[in-house]
């Protein structure tokens, strides 16, 4: 079937609107009608030449919309359902035989190689293939080709145009809370860097009844949000290299849990200063390979967790339903750190993301 998407032709050049050919199902696949897909700085990696995947591309990776077609093999899905696309797995491999699917061995292949799992491509123009398949989806066109396991089934009442994000920012930061850490009522917490990320886990983290619950930023419109969605303090790092301190003063003796989604390796060691005895430090941002960060032996020492995260820990399937109920409730108001752009402005959404002007763009597809 003829699409309409975003292609970028060559590294770093502006995303196209281009007419494509989107290839049929197969029998375990499903063709979703793209009302919306969130902008992540992956997609920008992606068209950046990060990942060395091969060009031209069509990116996008937190896709929700309708199902338009399915193969002859699916059974939990069917034309018409609401539905956000997440990560992808192997279904095989050691991690994915224990359910740990965000951990997938060969997930890294699956989000960025631009094919299906056996080299096959998913979009064409005039019969010359154009690589697709980020994160098994590439959500920036009017239709996108999946497989029905990473097609997540969401209640109709739901804001739909506003749940694609929940894929990716949204279950990193939520998951990170809700799965990884699983603090009590009443336990201290502190977020480096809220951005897209940082905001879900804060909300995450209000919804466990965390408290203290301390937000950490550069940018005082992100900290005037944070302090909107239930932060009890905020901290401007700008200028400042003893925030530890500063959270120790809120928190004292330090915080339960800590995260980092700068990627920063000073802001990180922050994050790990600021933890009380037996307490977490859990890494969620994405720093370039090569990148280290000292840690003083003694200070782990006493119990202390470091530990990165990966897509929240969370089964999809079970977990973005649960996220969207949130939502339904008010419980998780995502709507508030989305900035929707239509879908010939994506290079402006990309614009302002990178300008760090739009906390979670969000382009209306179809
Ligand atoms: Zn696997
Ligand atoms: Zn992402």
Redesign the pocket.
């Known amino acids: 079937m003829q699409i309409t998407a975003a292609v970028v032709r060559e590294r770093s050049a502006p995303f196209i609107l281009e007419k494509l050919d989107l290839c049929d199902p197969r029998p375990d696949e499903v063709i979703v009608r793209v009302v919306a897909s ?1 902008m ?4 920008l990696h992606g068209r950046d030449g990060y990942f060395a995947s091969p060009y031209p591309a069509v990116y996008g ?2 896709g929700a919309g309708v199902v338009h077609a399915v193969g002859s093999a699916v059974r939990a899905l069917a034309p018409g359902d609401h539905v956000v696309m997440s990560f992808p797995w192997c279904g095989t491999c050691p991690n994915c035989q224990q359910r740990k699917y965000c951990y997938c061995v060969h997930g890294r292949r699956l989000k960025m190689h631009g094919t299906r799992a056996d080299g096959s491509t998913l979009m064409a123009k005039d019969g010359a293939p154009v690589y697709s398949a980020f ?1 098994q989806q590439s959500s920036f066109g009017t239709y996108a080709l999946t497989q029905e396991r990473y097609a997540v089934k969401v209640r109709k009442d739901a804001p739909l145009e506003a749940l694609g994000p929940l ?3 949204g279950q ?1 930061g939520a998951g990170a809370v809700l799965n990884a850490m699983q603090p009590q009522p009443g336990d201290s917490l502190a977020i480096f860097g809220v951005g897209a990320v940082g905001l879900s886990a804060l909300m995450a983290a209000k919804i466990a009844g965390c408290d203290p619950i301390v937000a950490v930023d550069v940018h005082a419109h992100r900290l005037a949000l944070a302090r909107e969605l239930g932060a009890t303090d905020v901290i401007d790092h700008s200028g400042r290299d003893k925030v530890a301190e500063d959270v120790r003063a809120v928190a004292p003796g330090g915080v339960r849990y800590a995260l980092d989604t700068s990627a920063q390796p000073g802001v990180f060691r922050e994050a790990i200063e600021a933890l009380m005895p037996g307490g977490t430090c859990v890494l969620l941002g994405s720093a370039p390979p090569g990148t280290d960060v000292a840690i003083e032996m003694p200070f782990l020492q006493q119990g202390r967790i470091v530990r990165g995260v990966v897509q929240g820990e969370s089964l999809p399937n079970d977990f973005i339903p649960r996220l969207v109920d949130f939502v339904v409730a008010g419980k998780f108001p995502i709507q508030k750190m989305i900035k929707f752009y239509d879908f010939g402005d994506i290079n402006l959404a990309a614009h302002e993301s990178s300008a760090g002007i739009a906390i979670k763009p969000v382009l209306r597809i179809g």
């Open positions: 969130g992540c700085q992956t997609d990776h937190e994160f894929a990716c920012s990193t």
